[in-house]
Structure formats: structure tokens, C-alpha cells
């Protein structure tokens, strides 16, 4: 599997849902991402 990594704007988008009370579990699943790789 090659490694991919995260976009500015799907860093962008991590830190809103941070900030909006998401938990990686979510995040993860919005954005199509394992969720060891939000966090």
C-alpha cells in the first residue's frame, strides 16, 4: 500500500472538527481516512 499524505485542506478541515468537539473515530470516517491517520 503507498503512503499517502494528508492535503492542507484536509488539514484544515481535521483542526475545524477538532475544534467543534469531533472525536479521530469521526473525523476519520468524513473525510474517508483511517482513523490512525487523524490521529
Known amino acids: 500500500m ?10 484544515s478541515m481535521i ?3 477538532c475544534k467543534a468537539g469531533f472525536s479521530n473515530n469521526q473525523i476519520a470516517q468524513e473525510l ?7 490521529g
Request: aromatic share 16%; no cysteine; glycine share 10%.
Open 15 to 17: 483542526y475545524g472538527f
Open 32 to 38: 474517508g481516512r483511517h482513523k490512525s491517520t487523524i
Open 2 to 11: 503507498a503512503y499517502q499524505q494528508l492535503t492542507l485542506e484536509e488539514r
